[in-house]
């Protein structure tokens, strides 16, 4: 079995910061994309950032310049550092990984979601 679960979420005012993490644990051999997503209310999920094994990474228009992705492949981890945020950024974030376990099957997972709250 493979899980992600991430950790960071919260409340925040505008204009501050919060860093989400997600660990992806089970029978894995190796980790390849991972992402964080979001949903807004009433809204279709989103991609926010995304980053390959080698580090490369790309960013929704809208948080480039804001947020951060990074990764500790050691440990099977991405992580965001969300700055300046705005009340538009309220979602529930969910962390994404494309990877293939011990069997060698690859697949793609999810992360239960965790709640970032902006108050303006």
């Known amino acids: 079995q493979v899980q992600l679960v991430e950790s960071g979420g919260g409340l925040v005012q505008a204009g501050g910061s919060l860093r989400l993490s997600c660990a992806a644990s089970?029978?894995?051999?190796?980790?390849?994309?991972m992402g964080w997503y979001r949903q807004a209310p009433g809204k279709q999920r989103e991609l926010v950032a995304h980053i390959t094994r080698s580090g490369m990474t790309n960013y929704a228009d809208s948080v480039k310049g804001r947020f951060t992705i990074s990764r500790d492949n050691a440990w099977n981890m991405v992580n965001l550092q969300m700055d300046s945020l705005k009340p538009e950024d309220t979602a529930v974030y969910y962390c994404?990984?494309?990877?293939?376990?011990?069997?060698?099957?690859?697949?793609?997972?999810w992360g239960q979601g965790t709640q970032v709250t902006v108050s303006s």
């Open positions: 994404n990984a494309d990877l293939r376990k011990s069997d060698l099957t690859l697949g793609t997972y």
């Open positions: 089970g029978r894995i051999f190796s980790v390849n994309d």
